[in-house]
């Protein structure tokens, strides 16, 4: 019998109200390994009145050092049994285990972050420079929140929504993809015994249900969501009409661009790294390939050669380069936007087509793609693909390598690759962007904000802030003088 997954609400696991199941479908081979809830309004209601008495708890609310505490217990139990999430995540979305593996190994790791910064957290004062009053900032929980999380990195994304919610001392209802929903709620079950009931919550289904229900959810007070910029943006305009803060953390069009002094086999790495190790199914996924007229056609051969060499095959494999794309919907969706650009006169340099792979003809692989004489009104350098698909365009000046850079919705990531640092900082100040990597691509770190620019979204996960994004500021003022007669 296909393997169940339910809904995770109040600590444990239920059957979805509507008694009705999404097939989860594996992307290697093209068919169904599991089953997922299709939970409706009745489930979220659930989820969110748990979250809800979970997060009024007096001791979860305030008192950071029992959080702290919860905190260090998860990132040990995920230390210990995360390879338990390894297979499930890979069935669900084709990754490639040495990819899953380092993402699962370093899971513990983000909720140990948070659980040292929530014992650190301080009363501040403010400087009001008033006599006979002082004031201090009082840091609020939201109390119930909602994370919507999208299918490419489901437990990485994840934990950079629960952690730093849980450390500011709320409980959080999680509505993860439809395409890979599995690992989530096995990880809610993975910490049943060691969350308090009603903390995590997983609702799964559709997100014009499930996720429309949280965000409609009169206790849900803040939303937290990572998805495309259409997504986004309905999901702002439905919490707006709740008068609800949103974090919008969506798509890219990063541009990688490549001086003629650069370090050619680091930028090589860097490149290959950005777009094709991930199948491109990465948020700063590096799209577009800026690089100087005088070694623009030597680079991308050499970008084609290290092509030629990837081992297509099953992403449980750890000898496999490129799995497949992580669901139909994207394996079409990235096929039709190469053929569209196909039309409009973009010449194909590699790739370019589906990959049918021996043992595993039903699976979903596309061939890593670099693409050549491309334009600016060409859909393929406007609009994300989310697969692997290179862009290339040279220039012959540094204005326009950045009004290149610049020439896109998005401000998720760039890349700058060139020996002189000092030149480098200077383009990285010039280019619209939430990050900007200088001979480096494609890490994250907790200490660094994560987000974007333009139709990127808004708002920041990671980074100095992360936990106070969770939080609401509250002044509170102390009369240390008598009140003078207002009308004395
Ligand atoms: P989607 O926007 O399609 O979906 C993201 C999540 O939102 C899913 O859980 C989805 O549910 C839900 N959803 C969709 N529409 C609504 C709605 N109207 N109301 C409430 N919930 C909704 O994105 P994808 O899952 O396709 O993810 C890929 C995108 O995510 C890419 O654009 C990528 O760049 C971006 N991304 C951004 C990151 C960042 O940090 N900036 C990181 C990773 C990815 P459903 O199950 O129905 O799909």
């Known amino acids: 019998m296909t393997r169940r997954f339910q809904n995770f609400i109040n600590g444990r696991c239920i059957p979805p109200n509507s008694n009705d199941w999404i097939d989860s479908v594996n992307p290697a081979t093209g068919e169904v390994w599991a089953q997922i809830a299709r939970g409706n309004v009745v489930d979220v209601r659930l989820a969110v009145e748990s979250a809800k008495r979970a997060s009024e708890q007096h001791d979860w609310r305030y008192n950071p050092t029992y959080r702290s505490k919860i905190l260090h217990d998860i990132a040990d139990r995920l230390d210990r049994e995360h390879q338990k999430l390894i297979e499930i995540e890979i069935n669900d979305n084709g990754k490639r285990v040495r990819e899953v593996k380092a993402q699962m190994s370093g899971l513990g790791d983000w909720y140990r972050h948070f659980a040292v910064a929530s014992a650190q957290m301080e009363v501040e004062n403010l400087n009001l420079n008033l006599d006979g009053v002082s004031a201090y900032l009082d840091l609020i929980p939201y109390g119930v929140v909602g994370a919507i999380t ?13 952690a730093p919610a849980l450390a500011g001392g709320n409980a959080v ?125 030597s680079f991308v051969g050499r970008l084609k050669e290290k092509l030629e060499q ?25 096929l039709s936007m190469i053929d569209r650009a196909k039309q409009e006169g973009v010449k194909i340099i590699a790739g370019g087509s ?14 890593p793609t670099i693409l050549e004489n491309v334009s600016s009104s060409n859909e393929i350098w406007r609009h994300e693909v989310f697969g692997p698909v290179l862009c290339v365009r040279g220039f012959s000046t540094d204005d326009e390598a950045v009004s290149l850079a610049n020439d896109t919705d998005y401000g998720l990531a760039a890349g700058i690759w060139s020996v002189d640092e000092k030149f480098a900082n200077k383009i990285a100040a010039k280019i619209d962007a939430g990050t900007v990597y200088i001979n480096h691509y494609r890490s994250v770190n907790v200490c660094a904000p994560v987000g974007g620019v333009k139709k990127s979204g808004y708002g920041r996960e990671l980074g100095p802030n992360a936990i106070r ?5 509250k002044a509170i003022w102390l009369g240390e003088a008598a009140m003078p007669d207002p009308f004395g």
């Open 469 to 473: 994004d969770f939080m609401q500021e």
């Open 150 to 162: 999208a299918w490419n990195s489901p437990l990485m994304i994840a934990a950079w929504k629960v």
């Open 354 to 367: 589906k990959k049918v792979v021996s043992g595993f003809e039903g699976g979903f692989f596309v061939e």
């Open 310 to 334: 990837l081992q297509f095959g099953d992403p449980l494999s750890e000898d496999t380069d490129i799995g497949p794309i992580a669901n139909k919907p994207q394996f079409d969706k990235v």
């Open 173 to 297: 209802v999680i509505k993860p993809s439809e395409f890979a929903s599995a690992s989530t709620v096995f990880f809610a079950e993975l910490l049943s015994d060691t969350v308090p009931d009603g903390l995590i919550n997983v609702v799964t289904g559709y997100g014009d249900e499930v996720g429309t229900a949280i965000i409609e959810s009169d206790e849900v007070k803040k939303v937290s969501f990572t998805g495309s910029e259409i997504g986004g943006s309905r999901v702002a305009t439905t919490a707006a009409k709740h008068v609800k803060p949103v974090t919008l953390e969506l798509g890219g069009k990063s541009p990688q661009i490549v001086f003629r002094d650069a370090d050619l086999e680091n930028a090589i790495n860097g490149i290959m790294s950005g777009i094709f190790l991930s199948n491109g199914q990465s948020c700063v996924a590096g799209s577009r390939l800026i690089i100087h007229d005088e070694i623009k056609h």
